[in-house]
């Protein structure tokens, strides 16, 4: 990189920074460190949790989804927008999750189940979201090794150290020096500021792409370039696809509803506003929000395919051939460090270099082919045994399969040279290449100062992300887990230093488990089966909490209980399936009948789940572990909790949402003053479907209005049941498919992304001037720390003892408890 492209890089990184740390000054106790004092407003909250919501890692994990299966199974996910657009509009979970006023997930179980589930949760949601994050490091490291053309290890003072590491070390410095200064304020006016200062740079950048490369030219033609059933572009062709498929996405349509507010890395987000409507708002500004981000990020993978998989761009200085050959010498170093390795990595990079086979290299690749050889007879003959009729032929290889193994055929013998020594190293290695094209293409594309923008944007994710995260999962660890079981309440000095202690722990934990691990699986299936050990079973505890007043504690322990399990079975049977798990089946004759029972099982849901015996992956992938494991948990809690429900007295909603006589003094003088709605018309219903009360202003009920029209009526009606409609009686063509994607994705989407970063730019700004003012006059109170009295905040103890029993609060109420719940089981 040139130095003009670190001078872009390191400047505005600079003033964020000075910046983040100038805003510690207005933390002034627990709830100012957790929630920002809960006076964000709307445009803060978007604009900040865009930032921390779409990481360095998000990236890589959407652009190797991209390569691996193209854009068009997300076509599908549309089936479910009318769903999530209704979601969205009405604040689902997100408004009463923010009418509770609690700080963490966990405090909002406990004052809906019990403390020991909260402690539970707690320690079962860190495991979680800490393992979930710990890759982040690294997966954000790599990316900017690769991107910058950085050498693989570093000669310090005679002392070799991994370049990734050291990366690793300055970014993590750098997030939990932001994130102790002033938890939730100094991240969220930090990730404010650098969406703020990004608006203008994806305008630069998406201009610069479609200036310098035409997409009839040089874009479309090689997305078309697919084989039959595995388009990039028409979702009526990707039959072929398997592991980012259409069961992919309705998994994820089942997940954002069951789950809704069961992820917890940006919690912060969710609990900074001001009251439950502007967090609402943030929620719905959310759908203009993207604008040129999103067509950025799509453009550049776009334009990163084309370059990879056009002719024309093959040869040359920057062609992509150079670019792979680089991508895949970077790789095999990277993988291969280690002194055991030394002779099958000189011979690969020998190998890469001169094209030459030397007599060892063979030796090593005949040895994986006759692995290969046997794993491949044994298939035909399980399919032989398991349909019990002769087995299928292959198709031949197409053109374009041909080519693309011609493009990355000394990939493929880098890897199987790998292979022979180390099957764990060669999965790492598959998977570094997988990821790393993208980043590496575009190192080869972009130009100087172009370069340096980029980068910057880079860096700002990545640290934005770094900074939420620790500061979630270091809250969980102290208020859902030590803050329960601890005696005697802390000071606000004293839980403050905790909390700024746990976030650097994490820190470095995550700096060790990136260092030293050995990702085998996509970036998105890693996300997927991690998360599932939470996400597994939280999603009917928290949403059935919220909503349903006979959801129980019972239910709720079977629920997390059952889904965790099944999470972590799969992140074991994934870890250990190629060096221990597969052998041991081939040992003991079990391969046969785990085979048969693997592909009966599947059968019924084929060609979208597809379970196969293999030696060098575990067969079901991780979003079909997530899906098994929700299913079941959703499942148990309901069937638990009607079972343990009885006909006892149901759970007091009012008092956790803080509504009826429960209402804080706040909240019942500006209901007072909003103007009284004549209901059961039509006109009130209507609104009521779109989330529409008592507290929208005109602007409000205007952008409601925008984001429904253009979701539903262009989103849904048009460009899902239109084009389906369309199709079914006259079928597009792939070259009719790449104008629609043209038009639709890039002509649309830059025009809303003009006007969308004028107005978040000012909207931003005016909102972030406001939250200091706000910040500056707010009163602290002690008592808003996280606890938990008998089913209510210790901060709301004295309302509902003036509510409940009248006159000042003298002792914790005991609270309502859901009836006939006993210990959770063993």
């Known amino acids: 990189m040139h130095w003009i492209d670190w001078l872009i890089v390191i400047v505005p990184l600079v003033a964020v920074t000075w910046v983040a740390l100038r805003a510690h000054k207005y933390v002034k106790g627990v709830a100012d460190f957790l929630t920002a004092g809960r006076v964000a407003g709307r445009y803060v909250l978007c604009v900040s949790g865009g930032e921390a919501a779409y990481g360095l890692i998000s990236l890589v994990a959407v652009y190797e989804s991209y390569y691996a299966s193209g854009f068009a199974y997300g ?140 997409w009839f030219r040089d874009m479309a033609p090689a997305l078309l370039d697919r084989d039959p059933g595995k388009s990039l572009i028409n979702p009526f062709d990707i039959s072929g696809l398997r592991d980012f498929n259409l069961f992919y996405v309705l998994v994820g349509i089942l997940g954002g509803i069951v789950n809704r507010l069961g992820w917890s890395g940006n919690q912060g987000y969710s609990v900074s506003a001001r009251n439950a409507h502007e967090q609402k708002m943030a929620g719905v500004l959310g759908s203009w929000r993207g604008g040129f981000e999103s067509m950025m990020y799509l453009l550049l993978a776009v334009v990163a395919m084309a370059y990879l998989n056009s002719d024309k761009f093959q040869d040359g200085e ?103 020594v180390d099957p764990s190293a060669a999965q790492t290695f598959n998977t570094i290449f997988g990821q790393m094209r993208v980043p590496m293409a575009l190192r080869y594309i972009l130009p100087m100062g172009i370069t340096g923008l980029f980068l910057a944007i880079l860096i700002f994710h990545m640290v934005s992300v770094d900074m939420s995260y620790l500061l979630s999962w270091g809250s969980i660890l102290v208020q859902d887990i030590v803050l329960p079981l601890r005696k005697t309440p802390f000071t606000p000095e004293q839980q403050l230093r905790l909390l700024r202690y746990i976030i650097a722990a994490i820190a470095v934990f995550a700096f060790f488990f990136s260092y030293f691990f050995g990702q085998v699986d996509y970036v998105l299936m890693f996300f997927a089966i991690t998360g599932a050990i939470w996400l597994g079973g939280s999603g009917p505890c928290i949403t059935g909490g919220l909503y349903w007043k006979r959801g129980t504690t019972a239910g709720a322990w079977a629920a997390l209980v059952s889904g965790s399990s099944i999470a972590v079975a799969g992140i074991l049977l994934q870890k250990y399936w190629v060096g221990g798990i597969y052998p041991w089946l081939y040992t003991n004759g079990w391969v046969d009948t785990v085979a048969v029972w693997l592909q009966t099982a599947s059968s019924p849901f084929e060609p979208l789940v597809t379970w196969r015996m293999s030696s060098e992956k575990f067969p079901i992938n991780s979003q079909e572990v997530y899906a098994i494991g929700m299913i079941v948990s959703l499942g148990l809690y309901i069937v638990i909790s009607l079972a343990t429900s009885g006909g006892g007295r149901a759970f007091n909603m009012d008092r956790m949402l803080h509504r009826g006589i429960y209402q804080r003094e706040e909240d019942r003088r500006a209901a007072a003053q909003q103007p009284a709605e004549k209901r059961w018309t039509a006109q009130w219903l209507m609104t009521q479907l779109i989330g529409i009360d008592h507290q929208y202003t005109r602007t409000d009920r205007w952008l409601a209005w925008s984001v429904f029209i253009y979701s539903f009526g262009w989103g849904f009606v048009v460009c899902f049941l239109g084009v389906i409609t369309w199709n079914f009686i006259d079928p597009w063509s792939n070259a009719d498919w790449s104008y629609w994607f043209y038009f639709n994705n890039f002509l649309l989407a830059g025009a809303i992304g003009v006007i969308s970063t004028v107005w978040f730019s000012i909207g931003g700004y005016i909102d972030l001037k406001r939250l200091f003012i706000d910040l500056d006059a707010k009163q602290t109170n002690v008592l808003d720390d996280g606890r938990v009295i008998g089913h209510v905040s210790a901060d709301d103890v004295a309302l509902v003892e003036r509510v409940e029993h009248g006159g000042a609060a003298t002792t914790p109420p005991k609270g309502d408890t859901p009836p006939k719940e006993g210990p959770p089981p063993a």
């Open 75 to 214: 076509f599908w996910g549309s089936v479910s927008a009318p769903i999530f657009i209704v979601l969205g509009l009405t604040g689902f979970c997100v408004y009463r999750f923010r009418e509770t006023r609690a700080m963490t997930v966990g405090q909002f179980l406990e004052i809906r189940y019990s403390r020991s589930f909260r402690v539970f949760a707690g320690v079962l949601q860190s495991i979680s979201g800490i393992i979930n994050y710990a890759l982040f490091p690294a997966v954000g490291a790599r990316f900017l090794v690769y991107f910058c053309g950085l050498p693989i290890h570093v000669d310090i003072f005679g002392w070799y150290f991994p370049t990734f590491g050291l990366l690793m070390a300055l970014n993590l410095s750098l997030a939990v020096l932001v994130a102790t200064k002033g938890g939730q304020i100094t991240i969220m006016v930090t990730n404010c500021v650098q969406g703020l200062l990004s608006y203008p740079v994806y305008v630069i950048i998406v201009g610069y792409v479609l200036w310098h490369f035409s």
């Open 318 to 420: 920057k062609g992509a051939v150079a670019a792979r050959l680089e991508l895949a010498i970077k790789a095999v170093n990277d993988v291969a460090a280690a002194p055991e390795l030394a002779p099958v990595r000189q011979e690969v990079v020998n190998y890469l270099n001169s094209g030459t086979v030397t007599p060892e290299l063979q030796g090593m690749l005949d040895k994986t082919a006759a692995l290969k050889a046997k794993e491949e007879a044994d298939r035909d003959r399980l399919r032989y045994t398991a349909t019990d009729s002769a087995p299928e032929e292959v198709a031949a290889t197409t053109d374009a399969e041909a080519r693309q193994l011609a493009r990355e055929a000394r990939m493929q013998v880098a890897r199987d040279a790998i292979q022979s």
